[in-house]
């Protein structure tokens, strides 16, 4: 495969990589070559993710919440954050799924809107990937359109009554603490939702055909009181969650090109062993045309991640930037697995290559952290001053 990966950086990418990023990324990609690329056909095909030992190790690494400042974190630039998510999610998208929401959902709001009792308390065990948190905004009539949340959070004295459903949550049920986002008489407030807490309960979703390797929960709230010390304190307003989502979104446009990097790559070297005519397909030139038109597609994805990754590190990037990058890095590289999928012939619809996982994977990623259709209405608000979501 190392010879493929190689010849995919037509434009030397790689050679703008300093010594301090090459070793990250070097050790990254060992640790998901060894421990997690040989596990994922069965994680994916059985449903299931031991997604605590995964945290653990995630975190002995130093990946979770990396880009965050102190309390165990790493204090590393964006772009190496980005570096990090392009090499798990060339195993899996959820893989880095459980990065993203453990770092820059859950630990993200605890770090920018929580109390310096909430991060004492929560942020260095979430570093170690020794408690797990999710992310809850989205709920059964509230998706892309998070403003018509209907759970509730109502003042009881020092307390608060929460009540509500979340759902298609990431690590819902595995949390030991859930960011849980409820309309209040004063707006939009967050709050810190412990596992066992009485009341909240969660249920996971079953029968999904994308992003298997991954827990997906529904989170329910039934009466649950939580104090007013675990209101996050400056988590005001449906742009606190919002803003958090951006840090998310950064992370799969790198990520998703590391998926495409994965499914290129070894379509390349199926193609190379593959005899029919007399002699390789990748000889062909219909096969040399898709992988001409697949690796321009990569390197401008990977292109637009390092380019945004200099304006977040130079903290000037706009959220309709980011949106730039889901939009075009996610559909880019869904197409560049669906047509790398057809040269594996019939091969290509199993798991024993990555590439058609991949591209299932990535029909949830097309859909979460705003569909491509959000980031179309906001790359098209930027274009023209006028909101056509409503
Ligand atoms: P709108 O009136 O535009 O905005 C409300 C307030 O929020 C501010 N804002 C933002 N702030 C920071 N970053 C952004 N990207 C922001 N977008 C908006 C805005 O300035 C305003 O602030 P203020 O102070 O004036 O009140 O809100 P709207 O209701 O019109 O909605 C806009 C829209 C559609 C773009 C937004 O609702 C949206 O992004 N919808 C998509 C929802 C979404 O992405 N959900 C994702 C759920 S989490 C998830 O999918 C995790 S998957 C994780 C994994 O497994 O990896
Ligand atoms: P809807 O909003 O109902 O959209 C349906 C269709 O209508 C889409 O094509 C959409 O683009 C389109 N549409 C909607 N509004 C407009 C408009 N104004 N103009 C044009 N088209 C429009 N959420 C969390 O909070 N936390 C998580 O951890 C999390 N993890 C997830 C994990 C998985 C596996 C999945 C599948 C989802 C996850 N989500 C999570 C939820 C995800 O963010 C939502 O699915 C997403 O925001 C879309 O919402 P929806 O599914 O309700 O679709």
């Known amino acids: 495969m190392s010879d493929a990966l190689d010849r995919l950086d037509l434009l030397d990418l790689d050679d703008d990589l300093d010594q301090d990023d090459r070793l990250l990324r070097d050790t990254v990609r060992k640790w998901a070559d060894d421990r997690l690329r040989p596990n994922i056909r069965e994680w994916f095909e059985g449903g299931t993710l031991p997604a605590r030992e995964i945290a653990q190790e995630a975190g002995e690494l130093g990946i979770l919440g990396m880009h965050l400042e102190g309390y165990g974190c790493a204090g590393a630039k964006a772009s190496q954050y980005g570096i990090v998510c392009a090499e798990v999610e060339a195993v899996d998208s959820g893989l880095r799924s459980l990065v993203s929401v453990q770092g820059s959902l859950a630990m993200f709001c605890i770090h920018a809107y929580g109390s310096e009792e909430h991060k004492q308390r929560w942020l260095p065990g979430m570093a170690k990937g020794e408690l797990l948190g999710c992310f809850g905004l989205t709920e059964p009539d509230a998706g892309s359109d998070p403003g018509s949340m209907r759970t509730r959070a109502r003042r009881d004295g020092d307390d608060w009554i929460i009540d509500g459903t979340k759902m298609w949550i990431t690590n819902g049920s595995l949390a030991d603490v859930a960011v849980v986002w409820a309309r209040t008489d004063e707006g939009v407030r967050?709050?810190?939702?412990?596992?066992?807490?009485?009341?909240?309960?969660?249920?996971?979703?079953?029968?999904?055909?994308?992003?298997?390797?991954?827990?997906?929960?529904?989170?329910?709230?039934?009466?649950?009181?939580?104090?007013?010390?675990?209101?996050?304190?400056?988590?005001?307003?449906?742009?606190?969650?919002?803003?958090?989502?951006?840090?998310?979104?950064?992370?799969?446009?790198?990520?998703?090109?590391?998926?495409?990097?994965?499914?290129?790559?070894?379509?390349?070297?199926?193609?190379?062993?593959?005899?029919?005519?007399?002699?390789?397909?990748?000889?062909?030139?219909?096969?040399?045309?898709?992988?001409?038109?697949?690796?321009?597609?990569?390197?401008?994805?990977?292109?637009?991640?390092?380019?945004?990754?200099?304006?977040?590190?130079?903290?000037?990037?706009?959220?309709?930037?980011?949106?730039?990058?889901?939009?075009?890095?996610?559909?880019?590289?869904?197409?560049?697995?669906?047509?790398?999928?057809?040269?594996?012939?019939?091969?290509?619809?199993?798991?024993?290559?990555?590439?058609?996982?991949?591209?299932?994977?990535?029909?949830?990623?097309?859909?979460?952290?705003?569909?491509?259709?959000?980031?179309?209405?906001?790359?098209?608000?930027?274009?023209?001053?006028?909101?056509?979501?409503?």
């Open 190 to 390: 967050g709050f810190l939702v412990e596992k066992g807490t009485p009341g909240f309960t969660t249920q996971d979703v079953h029968h999904k055909i994308s992003l298997r390797a991954s827990v997906t929960s529904e989170l329910i709230l039934d009466g649950v009181r939580v104090p007013d010390a675990n209101r996050l304190p400056e988590g005001n307003g449906l742009r606190a969650p919002l803003g958090a989502l951006n840090e998310a979104r950064y992370g799969i446009i790198w990520g998703v090109t590391g998926a495409a990097r994965d499914a290129l790559a070894s379509t390349i070297d199926y193609a190379g062993s593959r005899t029919q005519f007399g002699k390789p397909v990748s000889g062909f030139q219909l096969t040399q045309k898709k992988f001409a038109d697949l690796a321009v597609s990569l390197q401008q994805a990977q292109m637009t991640a390092r380019r945004l990754g200099e304006l977040k590190d130079g903290g000037r990037i706009k959220p309709h930037q980011i949106s730039f990058g889901k939009f075009a890095n996610v559909s880019a590289a869904l197409g560049i697995c669906r047509e790398a999928r057809s040269v594996l012939g019939g091969s290509g619809i199993t798991t024993e290559y990555p590439v058609l996982r991949h591209a299932v994977n990535l029909e949830t990623v097309y859909t979460y952290e705003g569909t491509h259709e959000v980031h179309t209405l906001v790359l098209g608000s930027q274009l023209t001053g006028v909101d056509a979501f409503r």
